[in-house]
């Protein structure tokens, strides 16, 4: 990153790349045509099939830039994009594994023991392994420094004991990796004496409960510990080291073309409907929609680009997380301006039932992995602004 700008490489995608998207392509269009999936908005973080996971671990589409020790295919970071951008613009149900691939396992690669690595990661490549993600807690808000949940030492371990709140899939997920307090905060710097463990969700002591959302569905979770003991090796790294950790997780969690790209199978339905029937203002609508997710295909990679590289780009990844599921919501928007609809239960279209998910799951989408207004402050820091 040079002054206080951005830096968003170009990134091209070599011949290899391109087959393996077309390889993709064509198991998901045999999927769908076979009764495989259906799609849906916001497939990553609401659409579970665990048998689908299974399927994509088994073609080798899941941990392709891990080493093949761990299960990995040892690709790069455009051949993982590629797949995730075919996924998540087909609707496919891959929420069981995706935080397990998208940042659990890499966070595990680069500060994991050989046990954690050789135990766990093979299975999230198999797409047999589920976790979930241990950082907002009740009354933190976004100040992800402020947890309280904590991790006091014991002979052989830590007992933890709080709560975290917003634990995507944690009802089905085998582990999570918690975020805890470790050490008191001195001076008042809340950063330190932070620390992670990966926790066994079946570990006795901890409680998961559902929160319901408009769509009457429990995707987010409450996950309790009371008097929770872990064992010495389940920490995740060095104690000490979670804000330097989780930071570097959340540039991974943040810029994947995952987030703007959950309700483009809405705005895919509708060009469907109406392309026999489009007039000139629903044509420009539409090309004013795909021009903006262009751009913002194009950052996403940016960052991608800067991962491959080796950096660590929080601020960038803020900046396509906060525009990106703004533009989610406003694919919708701009949709039913120009397609006005109320979706009913019976007989539904594709359009329909696509639309009719993005309404109930999509408001979300500015909340989670951070707030849009603490990630606007991100990038108001980073250009001088405050």
């Given at each position: 990153?040079?002054?206080?700008?951005?830096?968003?490489?170009?990134?091209?995608?070599?011949?290899?790349v391109?087959e393996?998207?077309?390889d993709?392509?064509?198991?998901?269009?045999?999927e769908?045509?076979?009764?495989?999936?259906?799609?849906?908005?916001?497939?990553w973080?609401?659409?579970?099939?665990?048998?689908?996971?299974?399927?994509l671990?088994?073609?080798?589409?899941?941990a392709?830039?891990w080493?093949k020790?761990?299960?990995?295919?040892?690709?790069?970071m455009?051949?993982?994009?590629?797949?995730?951008?075919?996924?998540?613009?087909?609707?496919?149900?891959?929420?069981?594994h995706?935080?397990?691939?998208?940042?659990?396992?890499?966070?595990i690669?680069?500060?994991g023991?050989?046990?954690?690595?050789?135990?766990?990661?093979?299975?999230?490549a198999g797409?047999?392994?589920y976790?979930?993600?241990g950082m907002?807690?009740?009354g933190?808000?976004?100040?992800?420094a402020?947890?309280?949940?904590?991790?006091?030492?014991v002979?052989?371990?830590?007992?933890?004991?709080?709560?975290?709140?917003?634990?995507?899939?944690?009802?089905?997920c085998?582990?999570m990796?918690?975020?805890?307090?470790?050490?008191?905060?001195?001076?008042?710097?809340?950063?330190?004496?932070?620390?992670q463990?990966?926790v066994d969700?079946?570990?006795?002591?901890?409680?998961?409960?559902?929160?319901?959302?408009?769509?009457?569905?429990s995707?987010?979770?409450?996950?309790l510990?009371?008097d929770?003991?872990?064992?010495d090796?389940?920490m995740?790294?060095?104690?000490?080291d979670?804000w330097?950790?989780v930071?570097?997780?959340l540039?991974?969690?943040?810029?994947?073309?995952?987030r703007?790209?959950?309700?483009?199978?809405?705005?895919e339905e509708?060009v469907?409907?109406?392309q026999?029937?489009?007039?000139?203002?629903?044509?420009?609508?539409?090309?004013?929609?795909?021009?903006r997710?262009?751009?913002?295909?194009?950052?996403s990679l940016?960052?991608?680009?800067?991962l491959?590289?080796?950096?660590?780009?929080?601020?960038?990844?803020?900046?396509?997380k906060?525009?990106?599921?703004?533009?989610?919501?406003?694919?919708?928007?701009?949709?039913?301006s120009?397609a006005?609809?109320?979706?009913?239960?019976?007989?539904?279209?594709?359009?329909?039932?696509?639309?009719?998910e993005g309404?109930l799951?999509?408001?979300?989408?500015?909340?989670?992995?951070?707030?849009?207004e603490?990630?606007?402050g991100?990038?108001?820091?980073?250009?001088?602004l405050?």
């Open positions: 990153m040079a002054g206080n700008g951005f830096r968003f490489p170009k990134m091209d995608f070599p011949a290899d391109e393996l998207r077309h993709v392509r064509g198991f998901l269009r045999a769908r045509a076979n009764g495989g999936f259906t799609p849906i908005a916001d497939c973080g609401s659409g579970l099939s665990t048998e689908f996971s299974r399927k671990g088994q073609r080798g589409y899941l392709v830039t080493p020790q761990y299960g990995g295919q040892e690709k790069t455009l051949h993982r994009y590629v797949i995730t951008e075919e996924l998540v613009s087909a609707g496919a149900p891959v929420a069981a995706w935080v397990a691939d998208r940042q659990s396992g890499p966070l690669l680069r500060y023991t050989e046990e954690q690595k050789q135990s766990i990661l093979p299975r999230i797409g047999e392994c976790f979930a993600i907002s807690e009740p933190s808000g976004s100040d992800l402020s947890v309280r949940t904590s991790a006091k030492k002979d052989g371990g830590w007992v933890i004991n709080g709560a975290k709140i917003w634990s995507s899939n944690a009802h089905i085998h582990y990796i918690a975020l805890v307090r470790t050490s008191p905060i001195v001076d008042g710097q809340k950063h330190k004496g932070l620390s463990f990966l969700l079946s570990t006795p002591g901890i409680t998961i409960r559902g929160i319901k959302n408009i769509a009457n569905e995707h987010f979770n409450e996950t510990f009371q929770v003991f872990v064992p090796d389940t995740l790294g060095n104690e000490g979670g330097k950790q930071t570097s997780e540039a991974i969690e943040r810029a994947g073309p995952e703007f790209l959950s309700t483009t199978i809405i705005l509708a469907r409907a109406m026999d029937t489009a007039d000139d203002r629903i044509k420009l609508a539409f090309g004013q929609l795909v021009a997710l262009r751009t913002l295909r194009r950052m940016g960052v991608s680009a800067l491959q590289e080796g950096s660590s780009p929080e601020t960038e990844a803020a900046l396509v906060e525009v990106g599921t703004r533009f989610e919501r406003e694919i919708i928007e701009g949709v039913r120009v006005p609809s109320a979706p009913k239960t019976q007989g539904m279209s594709a359009y329909h039932a696509t639309l009719r309404i799951h999509i408001p979300s989408s500015t909340i989670r992995g951070g707030t849009n603490v990630l606007k991100i990038v108001a820091r980073q250009l001088g405050r």
